[in-house]
């Protein structure tokens, strides 16, 4: 039942993949803010790389209009999976970062309101599905090809970030102490126009009605997936298995029903359903349900 070592170590009760070390994420607590940092924060699966574009197009006339070239993936790095060993002090200002980090193990200056925070969820069947589609696309993931048995994982936190509820429930219920704009997947599928002035509304950035337009309309499933700066289609095979998957895979609203049974339904809601009333989220588990 326990995650293998191979893939996963554990630090302050959170799953961290192999790829970072446990000695870098314990130095991240202490890791410097500066007052113009942004951070997304998400449990995995949730719309991570999508609000990754979205901030990427809202910042950058040159990725808006196409004549900069830069992977969202420099623009926007991983703070927890710093890869290229890149030195984060020399970014230049906004400096935006993308975390998986439960809100206990993020860097302490962001809890005097310094910096701000977009903080995305996905209600979790399809956080849930995505994420097994996913474990067998990223080779750094451990496959469990059973899906009874990744839903299993899943409920029980075994996974790389652990626990969903946990994790939502902690950036939720400390919100105060926090500089933060929560937004769901849900409503960026819903109303992706009104999301994105969401967000340059929280992070004070003016653009045009037709810079809008640009970033809404290079921010959608189908426009993303062919731009190569933000298909992270360039992640060598080694990495992730091209014959698998993608990294934006279908992007809808309710792909859980097109996987669980009744059963597994069922089991899901007995684990989670009565837990997740105490969130203060309207989960939308189809996209025919009322906002
Ligand atoms: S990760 O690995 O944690 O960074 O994954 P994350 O980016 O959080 O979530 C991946 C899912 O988001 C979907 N996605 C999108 N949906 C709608 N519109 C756009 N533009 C978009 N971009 C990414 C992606 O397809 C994954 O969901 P699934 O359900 O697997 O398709």
Redesign the pocket.
């Known amino acids: 039942m326990e995650p293998s070592k191979e893939y996963v170590f554990k630090y302050k009760g959170f799953y961290f993949g192999v790829i970072t070390s446990l000695e870098y994420v314990a130095s991240l607590e202490d890791f410097e803010i500066k007052d113009s940092d942004i951070f997304l924060a ?1 449990y ?7 609000t990754q ?1 979205i901030l990427s197009l809202i910042f950058h006339e040159g990725h808006r209009n196409g004549t900069e070239n830069v992977d969202n993936l420099d623009r926007i790095p991983w703070l927890e999976y710093n890869l290229n060993k890149r030195d984060y002090k020399e970014l230049p200002s906004p400096r935006i970062f993308a975390t ?1 980090l439960p809100y206990y193990l993020v860097p302490r200056g962001l809890r005097n309101k310094r910096g701000r925070i977009i903080y995305v969820t996905r209600n979790p069947k ?1 956080v849930m ?2 994420y097994y ?2 474990s067998k696309y990223m080779s750094t993931l451990e496959e469990i090809p059973d899906f009874n048995l990744f839903m299993e994982r899943f409920l029980a936190g075994k996974v790389l970030a652990s626990s969903w509820l946990d994790h939502v429930a902690g950036w939720y219920s400390h919100a105060e102490d926090f500089n933060i704009l929560f937004l769901t997947y849900e409503e960026m ?1 819903k109303d992706l126009r009104s999301a994105v002035l969401k967000i340059c509304n929280f992070l004070g950035k003016k653009l045009s009605e037709e810079e809008v337009d640009s970033v809404v309309r290079q ?3 189908e426009n ?1 997936r062919e731009d190569p700066r933000a298909n992270y289609e360039k992640l060598p095979e080694g990495i992730v298995a091209r014959s698998k998957g993608s ?6 609203v309710g ?1 859980w029903k097109n996987i669980m049974t009744v059963a597994q339904n069922e089991r899901f809601d007995n684990v989670l359903k009565e837990k997740m009333k105490t969130l203060p989220i309207k989960f939308i588990w189809d996209i025919n349900d009322e906002m």
């Open positions: 998400t995995p699966k949730s719309g991570t790389v999508w574009n998986h399809d599905v995505s589609h996913f599928k921010a959608t499933f993303m990294f934006l895979r279908k992007g809808t792909d």
